[in-house]
T-cell receptor
Framework: EDKVVQSPLSLVVHEGDTVTLNCSYE??????LLWYKQEKKAPTFLFML????IEKKSGRLSSILDKKELFSILNITATQTGDSAIYLC?????????????FGTGTQLKVEL | DTEVTQTPKHLVMGMTNKKSLKCEQH?????MYWYKQKAKKPPELMFV???????INESVPSRFSPECPNSSLLNLHLHALQPEDSALYLC???????????????FGPGTRLTVL
């Protein structure tokens, strides 16, 4: 059975801090790893990673994938209160019926003033 | 434009009611998905449609019935639900590039369903 594990489960930091969120996985027929940010409703897409060692960057957020060790990290620098959310890691795998996302439990990030 | 829309935003229904959730996308995506998300849990896949054909059913009870009338629309018909079915129902879509190519799913805002 496919498995995605995120750590920490929750995190409280102060504005300006840098945070690192972790995601490890065990899946068959891996296609990609995706990071989403979920505030009150829909998960919002952040990154899709398919190749090891290539950093994806968007503003203060960056992410990298290690396909040998089966993990990914999401970094947020100079955190702001607007970064408070649940960050979901999901792995896209190819099944007999099509592609399937398996989500981790998420990391709840709270950024305080 | 990466917008997926869902209606209604909120739905309260009794256990004997029949209702439907709707999802729409105009990105030309050919794969559409239904997920169920309980409080403080990650989304769980229910159904996948690829090119308007049901390709994955994650052993969902028959009181949930999906329908894909065309490539832009996805419905979820609800009948005789139980209180434990109360959750946020999320729709997503993706390009479905096929041949095992990576594919990004974009989510709608969800329908918050309460079953009394």
């Amino acid at each position: 059975e496919d498995k995605v594990v995120q750590s920490p489960l929750s995190l409280v930091v102060h504005e300006g801090d840098t945070v690192t969120l972790n995601c490890s996985y065990e899946v068959t027929n891996f296609r990609s790893l995706l990071w989403y940010k979920q505030e009150k409703k829909a998960p919002t897409f952040l990154f899709m990673l398919t190749s090891s060692g290539i950093e994806k960057k968007s503003g203060r957020l960056s992410s990298i994938l290690d396909k040998k060790e089966l993990f990914s990290i999401l970094n947020i620098t100079a955190t702001q209160t607007g970064d408070s959310a649940i960050y979901l890691c999901a792995v896209d795998s190819l099944t007999g019926g099509g592609n399937k996302l398996t989500f981790g439990t998420g990391t709840q990030l709270k950024v305080e003033l | 434009d990466t917008e997926v829309t869902q209606t209604p935003k909120h739905l309260v229904m009794g256990m004997t009611n029949k209702k439907s959730l709707k999802c729409e996308q105009h990105m030309g995506h050919r794969a559409m998905y239904w997920y169920k998300q309980k409080a403080k849990k990650p989304p769980e896949l229910m159904f996948v449609y690829s090119y308007e054909k049901l390709s994955i059913n994650e052993s969902v009870p028959s009181r949930f019935s999906p329908e894909c009338p065309n490539s832009s629309l996805l419905n979820l018909h609800l009948h005789a639900l139980q209180p434990e079915d109360s959750a946020l129902y999320l729709c997503a879509s993706s390009q479905d590039a096929g041949q095992g190519r990576p594919d990004t799913q974009y989510f709608g805002p969800g329908t918050r369903l309460t079953v009394l």
